[in-house]
């Protein structure tokens, strides 16, 4: 079973940022917080990660509470092609991905 | 930039057939993993192969499922005796080692068992 919690659904008007949030109140030490998203059936798309600082890339930003039980991820001028599920996976080295349900969010024109 | 590849894009089979899904994972990575996803449900873990040899396999990849990297660029997945349940997205991923642990996946292959 997935070791985060994300809510089910979110909707963000276009232009906004999106803020999308997770909790993985068990990660362990030696576990980064990734964030990867799927867009309509097609393959998952690795987005960010971070291990205790907060991180910064070309796609968002990732904002992860110093007990690190929890994070934010962060589309900073969504876009309509940002419509996507987007999934919040705590894991270490070459484990395999273990996918929750996500977070499916909707942008607004 | 690099990105993996699957084909074919789409496989009709009848139940019973041997099918064969084929993915060309990024160049210099090292790790090499199979997906699938049900229509409707999570995507869920199959198979992780390093180093010519599984490494972790999932309880949904039983004695029908096998991998193969048969050469220096190609990873397959064959399904021996196909199951109507096995209609899926199968999604292909590899991983390279140097800073951080990302997977890139492909596009995936969209299996219809009749």
């Known amino acids: 079973d997935a070791k985060t919690t994300q809510p089910t659904s979110m909707d963000c008007a276009e232009g906004r940022a999106a803020n999308l949030p997770c909790n993985h109140s068990t990660i362990s030490g030696n576990e980064y917080v990734y964030w990867y998203r799927q867009i309509h059936s097609q393959g998952p798309q690795y987005i960010i990660h971070g291990l205790k600082n907060n991180e910064t890339n070309e796609m968002a930003s990732l904002i992860i509470t110093e007990d690190r039980k929890s994070s934010t991820l962060i589309l900073p001028h969504a876009t309509l092609r940002d419509t996507a599920v987007y999934y919040c996976?705590?894991?270490?080295?070459?484990?395999?991905?273990?996918f929750g349900t996500g977070t499916r969010l909707t942008i607004i024109p | 930039e690099p990105e993996v590849t699957q084909t074919p894009s789409h496989q009709v089979t009848q139940m019973g057939q041997e099918v064969i899904l084929r993915c060309v994972p990024i160049?210099?990575?090292?790790?090499f993993y199979w997906y699938r996803q049900i229509l409707g449900q999570k995507v869920e873990f199959l198979v992780s192969?390093?180093?010519?040899?599984?490494?972790?396999k999932s309880e949904i990849f039983d004695d029908q499922f096998s991998v193969e990297r048969p050469d220096g660029s190609n990873f397959t997945l064959k399904i021996r005796s196909t199951k109507l349940e096995d209609s899926a997205m199968y999604f292909c991923?590899?991983?390279?080692?140097?800073?951080?642990?990302?997977?890139?996946f492909g596009p995936g292959t969209r299996l219809t068992v009749t």
């Open positions: 192969f390093y180093n010519n040899e599984i490494s972790e």
């Open positions: 160049s210099n990575h090292l790790y």
């Open positions: 996976i705590t894991y270490f080295g070459n484990e395999k991905l273990t």
């Open positions: 991923a590899s991983m390279g080692v140097v800073i951080s642990y990302e997977q890139y």
